[in-house]
């Protein structure tokens, strides 16, 4: 019997929420025994969507009182909102009024703007880069020179969703090539991927976790045997020591942290400012 009390967390906001989320998901993180029950209200932006959103707060079960991360700018909208109950988190309002202190200047609230385009050519940028992960995805199109870097891994060991996520949210013309069959029998890689080797970086996973993946995708294949899996990672592995590639396991490793680790291992991080 499941005895674990429910907690419903919800991310109000009058765009798309992902800011809300994304904080709310850091801070739930830290709490062990509860299940979170998460639910994002986008888009509030008027009267009825409020009175919508603090409905669906009144009526969700929760064990515990309810947590309303809510970011919405609009002060009547917010009141419509916060008349729902649940325990009110904003956490932008206080750090707001600190740095208002701190400068002697007052903020100009406005939606969306975490979101906007303000800066044309940073999103210009992101969508050329994500542009560019989709055409270089899996070894297809190898047109490495303008790559950032260049990702290395056995198939599914997290290499798209990395490349993916670095061009999304930096900007950053991320390659993946994938170690196939032919360069395990060799034992090395390409010599058109060798040439760019200071823009390399490896991953790894466990090899059951490996498995456990391909089974989802190709069931009852030699392509997801527990053996072939171990033998492709430890392979993979002993390439990138020869070659002097750094790596890093991807299985307990979210592609924030992942993304983050490869960037200072490529000194990329200067490239964003």
């Known amino acids: ?45 008027d009267i009825e969507t409020a009175k919508g959103a603090a409905k669906i707060i009144e009526s969700t079960p929760s064990d515990y ?12 909208l917010r009141k419509i909102i916060h008349s729902a109950g649940g325990l009110k988190l904003d956490p932008f309002n206080r750090l707001l009024r600190e740095i208002e202190d701190g400068l002697g200047i007052k903020s100009d609230p406005g939606v969306g703007r975490a979101h906007s385009m303000v800066d044309s050519n940073s999103y210009n940028d992101r969508i050329e880069a994500t542009n560019y992960a989709l055409s270089h995805d899996d070894g297809v199109n190898l047109n490495l020179h303008k ?26 013309k991320a390659a993946n090539y994938p170690i196939t069959d032919e360069d395990l029998e060799r034992m090395r890689l390409p010599d058109d991927v060798m040439a760019h080797k200071e823009k390399l970086y490896g991953l790894t996973i466990d090899p059951f976790r490996l498995s456990q993946i391909r089974t989802e995708r190709r069931p009852n294949s030699r392509y997801a045997e527990l053996r072939k899996c171990q033998m ?31 960037m200072i291992a490529l000194d990329l991080n200067k490239r964003l400012y």
């Open 1 to 45: 019997m499941n005895d674990t009390k429910k907690c419903a967390i919800f991310y109000v906001s009058d765009g798309t929420a992902i800011t809300a989320e994304t904080v709310g998901r850091s801070l739930i993180t830290q709490f062990k025994g509860v299940e979170f029950v998460e639910k994002r209200l986008a888009f509030i932006n």
């Open 65 to 76: 009182q309810p947590l309303v991360i809510n970011t919405v700018v609009d002060i009547e």
């Open 147 to 172: 790559a950032d870097m260049i990702l290395l891994g056995v198939s599914r060991s997290g290499k798209t969703p990395t490349c993916l996520y670095l061009a999304l949210h930096y900007g950053l």
């Open 232 to 262: 492709e990672v430890s392979d993979a592995e002993v390439i990138y020591h020869r070659n002097q590639i750094s790596f890093l396991n991807t299985t307990h490793t979210s592609i924030e942290e992942i993304s983050g680790k490869i």
